[in-house]
């Protein structure tokens, strides 16, 4: 018995899991360095997929991949993001969206593909019909022409996890809203 309902909930993070590493098995393509289904996402909605990207394009051409899976079905939202970015961490793919992103050029809507009955978006007619039908959406989160992308300005790892562990030292206190 587990809680059903809005996120946190068990079952997101254990559907997850089985949807990675399923995923992860089944794109034929290179370059994959991590798959994220995200409990946000009801763990199969959501997905964030770090690649060595190979060349321009390939962000979508993954993403494509990635719906191409029998955890695709499930999936309505990928994400895919350079391997700098962690997609387990999402205040770095929101950097990635916001810093790599043009929506013209960097988000296809594919229309009327397969879904599942879960999905609370769905009219609740295609729901109880079984002929639930979906848009999904590709996010190229990647560095546009790479060559020539901005260099990223960011603290050596080392260092800010020196900060994170030091952090008691400096007397700075840390007060929420």
């Not at 587990?2 to 393509?29: D, F, H, R, W």
């Not at 899976?69 to 895919?80: A, D, E, P, S, Y």
């Not at 002929?131 to 990223?152: G, L, W, Y």
Request: one cysteine or more; proline letters at 5%; hydrophobic letters at 40%.
């Amino acid at each position: 018995a587990s809680y059903e309902g809005k996120p946190p909930q068990e079952t997101n993070i254990m559907g997850g899991v089985a949807v990675e590493g399923e995923t992860m098995k089944q794109v034929s393509l290179p370059g994959i360095k991590a798959i994220h289904v995200t409990e946000g996402g009801c763990g199969t909605f959501n997905v964030v997929v770090s690649v060595q990207k190979r060349f321009e394009g390939y962000g979508k051409m993954m993403g494509m991949a990635v719906f191409g899976t029998w955890g695709g079905r499930l999936m309505k939202n990928v994400i895919v993001v350079d391997e700098d970015i962690d997609p387990y961490n999402w205040t770095e793919v929101e950097w990635a969206l916001a810093t790599r992103v043009q929506p013209h050029r960097d988000v296809e809507i594919i229309k009327e593909v397969t879904g599942i009955a879960l999905d609370p978006s769905l009219p609740l007619s295609e729901r109880l019909s079984g002929n639930a039908r979906t848009s999904k959406m590709i996010i190229d989160a990647t560095r546009h022409d790479a060559k020539d992308f901005e260099i990223v300005c960011a603290p050596q790892r080392e260092a800010a996890e020196r900060v994170d562990r030091e952090w008691a030292k400096y007397g700075i206190g840390l007060t929420s809203p």
